[in-house]
Every structure is written in C-alpha cells, then in structure tokens.
C-alpha cells in the first residue's frame, strides 16, 4: 500500500474462495491505477500488494496440490498519472509491470489508440512474456509488412495437475487504433488457417479465451461457437474486459466467462472442478468471486496477517511505485476540490455530478479563443472522456490524468447556423442513430438504474450493521453488489448498494450568448468540441442539414498551445480552487 492510502475499515464480512482444480487469479481494464486508490481505502491495494497476494496464491495451489493461472485482458493503459504523465507514457509501468507474476495476458484498446505507446507495447512487453502475450486478432506494422502484434495463441501446460491449456487473446472490433496497427473482427480470425490449426488439437483439457471484449459481446459467441464445432464438451473459459463491470456468464455447461470489473478495484476469482474426470459427461463446478483490491481481502483469502502477508518482491515494489511517482510529480497540489463530484453516483444535472458542473461552470470558462470570445459557441465533450469521480479536498497532479486522461484537443466549426447547431445534441443522444456509437457511448456499464430513484443518499458512508463478522455486527460500506449468472453472492466484501445513475453520451457548455438567447437566438455560432468526436460532429452537421458540408479536415484547433482537457482543467483547478485543503 502506497504511504498515503489507507487500508479498509476493519470488520468487514467477506465471503470465502472455494478451490477447485484449476484456479484462475483475472484482472482487466487496470488502467494504470497500479498504485492503488489513494483515496478510497477499500481499493487501496497498489501492485506490490498484488504480488504478495500472488505469491500466496500460487503457495496454496502448491499446497492443495491444483493449478493457479493468473490472466490480465489488458488496458493497462492510460487513466492514471503513473501511466499518462510520463514520456513517453507508459514508461515505467511497461517496465514494472513485468515484476507480476502473470500467466497470459493480452492487449486492450487503449494500448493501441495511440501509435508509441502500440509500438512500445510490442517492443517491451510482447517479447519479455516469451509467448505468454497473445493477441489473436491484432497485427503490427513495423517495416512496412503486417506481422502479428503477439502470439496468435498459447499452450501450456499446468505445473501440478499437468491440464493442457490452449489460450487465444481476442480484442473486440476497435476501430479507433493507430494505423501501425490492424485490429481483424473475431469473425473472421475463426475461418483462418492457424485458428483452425489450434482448435483441431485433440491434445487440450481446457480451452481459454482471455478478451478485451464484454463478456455479453456476441464476438466472444462466434469464437466459442467455433470451437464448440470441433470439441462440443471439451471446457472453455473466457475472461473478459472493456465494459468495465464484474460480470459472469454461463454459456453452457462446460463454458462460463469471468469479468472483473476496472481500475485495479477488482480481482477476480475462478474455480473449476472435475476436469480431471475421463467421462465425457462428467459435470464440471465452477465457482467465482469478485475480490476488492485491498490488503485486508488478500490477507484474509491467504489466511495471512500484517505480520506474514508481505513479500520481499512486493514490499520492493510498493517502494519502487512511491518513487515513481514522485519523480512524476503526481502529489503536487494543483487546489482544493470543495466537495464531492461524481460521474454517476449523482444524477446528471446535480450539482454534485461532475458532468453538470463542468458543462455549466468548467467548459465555459476553459474553452475560450481570445480573437472569438465573443462569438456564441457551444462546447460539446463526449462523457466516455471523464473517467473518474473527484473526491473534496487535494486536487492533485496525479488527479488530473485520473479524471481526464487524454490528449485530445479542441477543434471547431466556425460559424454554424444556429438551427443546425442546436439539433446536435439530440442527435448525439439518439440511440438510433449510428453516429453517435461506438465513439460518443463510453461503454461502462455503470448504470444500473435506468430511471434516477427519487433519493440517492445510500452511497454516503452510511454503515449498516445487519451481518455479522468475526462474531462482532460487521461493518457495511457502500460498495459493489453485483448481480450475475450465478446470482448476488459473487462479491467477496458484503457491501450496500450503490446507485449509479447513467449519464448522457455527450455534454455541452454555451459560452459568449446574447442574454435573451433563448428567444432571441443567435443566427450562427461555433460547434467547438474535443477531435476524438471531430467524425461525430461531421456526421452530424450533415445529417441534419440534409447536405455533405463538413469533413473532419475542415474543422480548425479551436485554441493555441496545450489545450487538452486534463491542462484545462489543471488551470482551472489552479485558478478557481482554494489551495489550503483543511
Ligand atoms: N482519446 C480518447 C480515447 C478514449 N476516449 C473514451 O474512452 C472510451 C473507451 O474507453 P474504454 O476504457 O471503455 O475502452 C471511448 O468510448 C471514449 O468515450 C476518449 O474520450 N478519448
């Protein structure tokens, strides 16, 4: 645990793990949260932790003689100073994530978004894992000729139990990546030669599909249903990622999929049992758990203490990330948030939602070009491009890349007819419409409340003392309560519900509008928005005007120098907020 993080309040009532043969340890989408959350002790866990708990894992399989496989589906990319701040980013989590202890891995989206940071994907990690890396459906061009991105699949074979396991890694059909790389839809990687090839083997216990794809993604059904072809009962495991959620599926009685959930706050659990059966109707069990990333968990689950739980390889670990992270600056106190925001857990439109204060309070203010300021504009950023609450008191360096990462910029279309203008962001929110999906939709399964409720104060600390730990009325936080497959007992922490409420695709601000705009409307203004959503915007303007008038070449920077929305909001914080947190 990192020196300022705090570990969980004590007395929590944990559900257990259940071994079986084969044991699975998944994490997903971590996006450079390796650190740990600061701020949010039930998830304060940082890597070094991770690698103890690892360690202990693999100690017990040892010791109950079964195999442990611990999986990560990638995204480990970008959301986090300790990812985003250094240059070129990524660099020392490429180098210290190499410290864990990991069987397969695979890549998610965001380590191809950007062009460095694909290529030094594939030169510092794909090779340092001999193998391990797989990616089924990504390629690279580095000389000019496509090459695989990784390994287009992985056998190995378990140290106790001696299962044979053939792994794919798919990513799901993103089509936002650099062109240095190729992304091939699942569809179509399953007719080729190689897949077949692999699947063809008849020398495999278990098949295992580790994806950056949602677990409910049809994607993940076509490559199943490939192999269910040639094996129709051999087990298949598929973890899965992306959407950000804990999930778990059953996909038929010798395939289930695992998803654990975002941000380091999840590690998931697994357990099959009787693989080692020779009847091909034996009945497989399988057992899954959704573990918070916290000391307090790992050491319970490891039966461990403060005094047995770390080892020499973690503690170095946690010591190594403390430095990192200073000499990335990320503790600098940029202000004083003076209360909470947060992305979902308060409807859109409060003002406690961080959407709502940045459309009416943020954006207007930021997003200004001296030479039009007094020009109307509107400023449309998609939502998916804030990533995380901001908690009241320090605002820090480090929180800037936690709550908007990335380096988009802000273009526009200068004068705009108003009539056109004002349908835009209807025509963001309209589900039907195509534009508006994939880019606009951040994906995150957040939501789980269609229809805000009339009161949302459960999510404050409020502590309810119904069950019972440790022969004492344990301690409930607010937290995951996680509805799947296998039902509500999934997660390893009892906690209370937290409601989180969905968000819009886009927001907008309006700046520089005459007083009486509303009846007296301007006859043109500027559409200024972020260039990730510059396709969208195009789409658009044409869409509702009946006509091709834009193309995303037509859009100009909007303003000079580093405008990206983490150093707008860094000024903003620095200009508007108190800097003595107490
Ligand atoms: N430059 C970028 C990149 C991504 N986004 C937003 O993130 C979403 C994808 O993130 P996942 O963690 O879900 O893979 C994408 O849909 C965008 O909303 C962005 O805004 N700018």
Wanted: glycine content about 8%; hydrophobic content about 35%.
């Amino acid at each position: 645990i990192q020196p300022s993080a705090r570990n969980p309040l004590p007395n929590q009532q944990f559900r257990d793990l259940k071994w079986g043969q084969l044991n699975f340890l998944h994490t997903t989408d971590n996006h450079g949260w390796h650190a740990g959350h600061l701020q949010e002790p039930q998830y304060s866990a940082d890597l070094g932790d991770y690698i103890s708990f690892v360690s202990h894992m693999r100690r017990i399989a040892d010791e109950k003689n079964v195999d442990l496989v611990v999986v990560d589906t990638g995204d480990r990319a970008e959301g986090n100073g300790l990812w985003d701040a250094s240059d070129p980013m990524g660099n020392y989590t490429r180098n210290f994530y190499h410290q864990v202890d990991v069987d397969v891995l695979t890549n998610g989206n965001h380590e191809l978004y950007n062009g460095t940071t694909a290529t030094n994907e594939f030169l510092e990690m794909v090779p340092y894992y001999e193998g391990r890396y797989v990616a089924s459906n990504v390629d690279i061009n580095m000389t000019g000729e496509w090459e695989p991105f990784a390994n287009r699949s992985h056998k190995f074979t378990t140290k106790n139990l001696g299962l044979r396991v053939t792994s794919f890694g798919f990513l799901f059909n993103f089509t936002g990546n650099f062109y240095n790389t190729n992304v091939k839809p699942a569809s179509i990687v399953i007719k080729e030669d190689w897949f077949h090839d692999a699947i063809n083997d008849q020398d495999v216990d278990l098949f295992m599909i580790i994806g950056h794809i949602d677990i409910e993604d049809l994607e993940l059904g076509h490559v199943l249903a490939a192999i269910r072809k040639v094996h129709p009962t051999i087990p298949v495991q598929i973890f899965g990622g992306h959407s950000h959620i804990r999930n778990f599926k059953k996909y038929d009685e010798k395939s289930t999929a695992l998803e654990s959930g975002r941000y380091f706050e999840t590690v998931g659990f697994l357990s099959i049992d009787g693989l080692l059966s020779k009847a091909k109707d034996a009945s497989l069990g399988f057992f899954r758990r959704y573990i918070d990333a916290n000391r307090a968990g790992y050491q319970h689950h490891t039966s461990t203490n403060e005094e047995t739980f770390d080892t020499l390889q973690g503690l170095n670990l946690t010591a190594k990330l403390t430095q990192y992270r200073a000499e990335l600056g990320l503790d600098r106190l940029i202000g004083c948030a003076p209360q909470d925001y947060t992305l979902s857990k308060d409807p859109y439109g409060s003002p406690n939602n961080w959407y709502t204060f940045l459309e009416k309070t943020v954006l207007p203010k930021v997003v200004a070009n001296e030479e039009r300021l007094g020009v109307p504009r509107i400023i449309f950023i998609n939502t998916g491009s804030q990533r995380f609450d901001v908690f009241k008191g320090a605002f820090t360096y480090d929180t800037s890349f936690i709550v908007s990462p990335f380096t988009s910029r802000f273009r526009f279309a200068q004068d705009v007819p108003w009539v056109h203008a004002s349908q835009l962001r209807d025509y963001f929110e309209d589900d039907a419409n195509p534009y508006s999906y994939p880019t606009l939709n951040p994906l995150h399964g957040e939501a789980n409340h269609p229809l805000p409720p009339v009161s949302n104060h459960i999510y404050t600390q409020a502590q309810n003392q119904h069950p019972l730990a440790n022969g004492r009325p344990a301690t409930v936080i607010p937290g995951y309560t996680t509805s799947d497959d296998f039902g509500t007992d999934g997660d390893d922490t009892v906690h209370s519900e937290i409601i989180w409420y969905p968000s819009p695709k886009v927001i907008q601000g309006i700046a520089s509008f005459p007083e009486d705009w509303e009846v007296n409307p301007p006859e043109t203004v500027d559409v200024v928005f972020m260039d990730f959503i510059g396709w969208n915007v195009a789409a658009g303007l044409n869409e509702i005007a009946g006509r091709e008038e834009w193309r995303v070449t037509d859009f100009k920077p909007y303003m000079e120098g580093e405008d990206t929305m983490t150093k707008l909001l860094l000024e903003y914080v620095r200009d508007e907020w108190k800097h003595d947190c107490v």
